[in-house]
C-alpha cells in the first residue's frame, strides 16, 4: 500500500492517500485545501474512492465536501462524532477558524469496530475515543491511520467538548496491546511507530509498566 501524505488546511492536518489499487485511492480526513488536493489527485492520476474520518473536529473535515462533490467518493464517521459534520460549534470551527463552514451533506455512519474494503485493501475501524467520543482509528497491514488519538511521543487533547481522559486511556491501552509491530500516521507532526511510542511516549508507558 502506497501512502501519500499532504498537510492541508488552518493547522497543517496530516491527509493521508493510500492506494488501494492502481490508480485508485482513498483518504484519510482532509482538513481543508480541497483544490491542492484535488490537483494532487490529477497529477498523480489517482480516482478517490472513500474518504475515512477519524474523528469530527474541523481541522479533519474543512475539505471533505468539496472534495465529495468534485470526486463522488463516499465519506466514513464514526456514529458518535457524524453530528460534527454538519455542526459549526460542534466540530470546534466556531472556536478556532476562520474559514467558511462546509457541512458534509452525504455520508456513511460506522458503528462499533468494523471493516471498510476498498480494492485490495481492507481498513479495520477501532473504535478509540476520548479526544472525541468517535474517534476512531484505521488499520490496515501494518499502518495504523491514527487520528488525533495517538501521535509522536503524545496524544490528542482530552480538554475539548466530548474529550475523556478516561475513555483515552483505554484507547490507548487498545492500541499498544495490538500484536506485531505498526507504523503510525498521526493526524499532526511526524510519523513513527507501536515500538517507538511503547518506549517514549509517556501516557502509554504509565499503562503499560
Request: aromatic share 10%.
Amino acid at each position: 500500500m502506497r501512502i501519500h501524505t499532504l498537510n492541508l488546511g488552518p493547522l497543517g492536518t496530516n491527509c493521508y492517500i493510500a492506494e488501494t489499487a492502481p490508480g485508485r485511492c482513498v483518504a484519510f480526513d482532509i482538513g481543508g485545501d480541497s483544490g491542492v488536493f484535488l490537483d494532487y489527485l490529477r497529477k498523480n492520476a489517482l480516482r478517490l474512492t472513500k474518504i475515512l474520518l477519524t474523528h469530527g473536529h474541523f481541522d479533519h473535515i474543512g475539505g471533505v465536501e468539496e472534495v465529495r462533490r468534485a470526486t463522488g467518493a463516499e465519506v466514513y464517521i464514526h456514529e458518535f462524532d457524524a453530528p460534527m459534520l454538519s455542526s459549526e460549534d460542534a466540530s470546534l470551527h466556531s472556536r478556532m477558524c476562520f474559514t467558511p463552514f462546509v457541512p458534509v451533506e452525504l455520508y456513511t455512519v460506522v458503528r462499533g469496530d468494523c471493516y471498510i474494503n476498498d480494492a485490495e485493501c481492507s481498513f479495520r475501524v477501532l473504535h478509540t475515543p476520548g479526544h472525541t467520543r468517535g474517534g476512531v482509528c484505521y488499520i490496515c497491514e501494518d499502518v495504523i491511520f491514527s487520528g488525533d488519538t495517538l501521535f509522536c511521543e503524545s496524544i490528542g487533547r482530552t480538554d475539548f467538548p466530548g474529550s475523556n481522559p478516561y475513555s483515552m486511556k483505554n484507547s490507548l491501552l487498545k492500541l499498544a496491546e495490538l500484536e506485531g509491530e505498526y507504523r503510525i500516521y498521526p493526524g499532526h507532526n511526524e510519523r513513527t511507530t507501536m515500538s517507538h511510542e511503547k518506549r517514549y511516549n509517556p501516557y502509554i508507558r504509565e499503562l503499560i509498566i
